[in-house]
């Protein structure tokens, strides 16, 4: 079984930052692109930010584009999301997912091969 490590999730204030880290087992890791998503309580898993294995492409959901950053660091097997002006709509279970060894990045939750098992993100107003 696959094991994804996530942490950074908490408690903020609106117009708070938080930045979430993903950490998964080199041998998935590498090559494959990588993508965030996040389930808020009575409501279906969204996408919110993807990178392809060189970072050189990188995608947003609309509504985090400009306040998100998705990163990654290949020699530590870790795909980072900076978020900052958090709102209260952001708050959510945030999952990371490790994409399928193909080019490219995708919004399409059937693209990743393992998830994350999420981490609580809370923006009081």
């Known amino acids: 079984q696959v094991q994804l490590v996530e942490s950074g999730g908490g408690l903020v204030q609106a117009g708070g930052s938080l930045r979430l880290s993903c950490t998964a087992p080199g041998r998935i890791f590498s090559g494959r692109g990588m993508g965030w998503f996040r389930q808020a309580p009575g409501k279906e898993r969204e996408f919110v930010a993807a990178i392809s294995w060189s970072g050189g492409a990188t995608v947003y959901s609309d509504s985090v584009q400009g306040r998100f950053t998705i990163s990654r660091d290949n020699a530590k097997n870790t795909v980072y999301l900076q978020m900052n002006s958090l709102r209260p709509e952001d708050t959510a279970v945030y999952y990371c997912?490790?994409?399928?060894?193909?080019?490219?990045?995708?919004?399409?939750?059937?693209?990743?091969?393992?998830w994350g098992q999420g981490t609580q993100v809370t923006v009081s107003s």
């Open positions: 997912a490790v994409g399928k060894v193909i080019p490219g990045v995708s919004r399409q939750a059937s693209w990743y091969d393992y």
